[in-house]
């Protein structure tokens, strides 16, 4: 049986934090354990995970830190990882099927690589906070090319499981003081990696519920204002974000990273010096998302990619 580790960063998430941790704890057909940093949480958090630490001995591990917010905790906590067959993200307040490791793991393995960079991502079904749904983030019509995924990173990294090597790459990332308004999100980085060393295996089908809340800090399913807010910070807020991942890569992947790969993050890395128009008329930077698409153009001629 294999031995997942399941990564998750909590902040301030006691309400639904012991539903999501027993359905961690009761996937099927694969032994999980989680390692869980918690990111200055100041509600009952920490008192929930050591009572289920209690009732799963030697399954959960706690590393407890200053606040940081979700995306520097996640990645800090690609470095916190123990040895595991596997690996995958959890939110705090998600419902997973008890197949959701399960089958992911399968398709790792039917891609015949379990040793090498392998990220798999899913569809998730969207839910209120009381697992009503409310609509289904479907992923089976992305396209799988690191040009798309640049365009619009339509994966979510709730729904990721991935290789050892695809978590030893990812680490690396944790040593880069990206630039404040340019942290890349965990997801983000996953998926540029395997995309540009690896391979990144898309299922349509989905096995987790995807709880949104009002303290919910994407935009799906969570109203339009708060969608209208998300899409104005990604094109006027988020700046570098693309261009700073794509030069960290080239640092730290050069050696692991495939020829066409390369060629592309360098015309992002160095996209202000006369690589606009190239980026902008690269009829591969398509993610199935229009609006996605166009976005990215604005970011481009802004000088916020």
């Given at each position: 049986?294999?031995?997942?580790?399941?990564?998750?960063?909590?902040?301030?998430?006691?309400?639904?934090?012991?539903?999501?941790?027993?359905?961690?704890?009761?996937?099927?057909?694969?032994?999980?354990?989680?390692?869980?940093?918690?990111?200055?949480?100041?509600?009952?958090?920490i008192r929930i995970i050591k009572e289920l630490m209690r009732e799963y001995p030697d399954r959960i591990r706690l590393c407890r830190g200053k606040n940081v917010g979700y995306k520097r905790s996640f990645t800090k906590l690609l470095s916190y990882a123990e040895p595991a067959d596997f690996y995958?993200?959890?939110?705090?307040?998600?419902?997973?099927?008890?197949?959701?490791?399960?089958?992911?793991?399968?398709?790792?393995?039917?891609?015949?690589?379990?040793?090498?960079?392998?990220?798999?991502?899913?569809?998730?079904?969207?839910?209120?906070?009381?697992?009503?749904?409310?609509?289904?983030?479907?992923?089976?019509?992305?396209?799988?090319?690191?040009?798309?995924?640049?365009?619009?990173?339509?994966?979510?990294?709730?729904?990721?499981?991935?290789?050892?090597?695809?978590?030893?790459?990812?680490?690396?990332?944790?040593?880069?003081?990206?630039?404040?308004?340019?942290?890349?999100?965990?997801?983000?980085?996953?998926?540029?990696?395997?995309?540009?060393?690896?391979?990144?295996?898309?299922?349509?089908?989905?096995?987790?519920?995807?709880?949104?809340?009002?303290?919910?800090?994407?935009?799906?399913?969570?109203?339009?204002?708060?969608?209208?807010?998300?899409?104005?910070?990604?094109?006027?807020?988020?700046?570098?974000?693309?261009?700073?991942?794509?030069?960290?890569?080239?640092?730290?992947?050069?050696?692991?990273?495939?020829?066409?790969?390369?060629?592309?993050?360098?015309?992002?890395?160095?996209?202000?010096?006369?690589?606009?128009?190239?980026?902008?008329?690269?009829?591969?930077?398509?993610?199935?998302?229009?609006?996605?698409?166009?976005?990215?153009?604005?970011k481009i001629i802004l000088g916020n990619y």
């Amino acid at each position: 049986m294999y031995k997942i580790n399941v990564l998750m960063s909590t902040y301030n998430g006691e309400k639904y934090l012991r539903e999501q941790i027993v359905s961690i704890m009761l996937q099927e057909n694969v032994f999980t354990t989680l390692t869980i940093r918690d990111d200055g949480s100041e509600d009952g958090t920490i008192r929930i995970i050591k009572e289920l630490m209690r009732e799963y001995p030697d399954r959960i591990r706690l590393c407890r830190g200053k606040n940081v917010g979700y995306k520097r905790s996640f990645t800090k906590l690609l470095s916190y990882a123990e040895p595991a067959d596997f690996y995958a993200f959890s939110d705090q307040d998600d419902h997973w099927m008890p197949e959701k490791l399960a089958k992911a793991v399968e398709m790792i393995e039917e891609s015949g690589s379990a040793d090498e960079v392998v990220l798999y991502a899913s569809s998730d079904i969207v839910t209120d906070e009381n697992l009503n749904q409310t609509g289904i983030h479907d992923v089976s019509d992305m396209p799988v090319s690191i040009e798309g995924f640049y365009s619009r990173a339509r994966i979510a990294g709730c729904t990721y499981c991935f290789t050892p090597k695809c978590l030893e790459l990812s680490s690396r990332f944790a040593s880069i003081r990206f630039p404040e308004g340019a942290v890349p999100d965990h997801d983000f980085i996953l998926g540029s990696v395997a995309l540009s060393c690896g391979k990144l295996l898309v299922d349509g089908n989905a096995y987790i519920y995807h709880r949104r809340t009002s303290r919910s800090a994407t935009s799906g399913g969570n109203g339009v204002m708060q969608r209208v807010r998300v899409e104005a910070d990604l094109v006027f807020g988020r700046r570098g974000v693309q261009s700073s991942v794509a030069r960290a890569s080239l640092k730290l992947l050069d050696e692991e990273m495939n020829p066409e790969a390369k060629e592309f993050l360098t015309t992002v890395a160095g996209y202000k010096k006369g690589g606009r128009m190239k980026l902008l008329t690269d009829k591969r930077m398509r993610s199935g998302v229009r609006l996605g698409d166009l976005e990215t153009k604005i970011k481009i001629i802004l000088g916020n990619y």
